[in-house]
């Protein structure tokens, strides 16, 4: 549990790096990236392709398009930071009990 939220927290780290150092690039022209890992562009939504970062930290390959046109495909919330546009999955909290845990068990420590 500690090591996801590590990683996750990393994985986010190099997302606001990737976008704070795109800011003074060459063309002047902001990337949308989907936050989502690839391994090759036939992973990626038409119009974006895998892209590796390994300045910022751990390796991360995500889904970019530099198309100043491109959006956030269906399914996912946009995040514009650092004038970068970030296409993060929607999340849905579930009012499910976890799995392996009856719905009416409680913690009794020190009974």
Request: with cysteine; glycine share 10%.
């Amino acid at each position: 549990m500690f090591t996801r939220a590590i990683r996750r927290c990393l994985f986010v780290a190099g997302l606001v790096s990737t976008a704070a150092c795109g800011l003074g690039g060459p063309d002047g022209t902001s990337n949308v990236t989907i936050e989502r890992q690839c391994s090759t562009s036939a992973d990626c939504p038409s119009g974006f392709v895998c892209n590796v970062d390994s300045e910022h930290g751990p390796p991360v390959a995500l889904c970019e398009s530099s198309d100043p046109a491109a959006s956030c495909p269906a399914g996912y919330q946009t995040k514009v930071l650092y004038g970068q546009t970030i296409c993060k999955p929607s999340s849905t909290v579930s009012a499910q009990p976890r799995t392996g845990r009856p719905a009416g068990h409680r913690h009794t420590a020190g009974l």
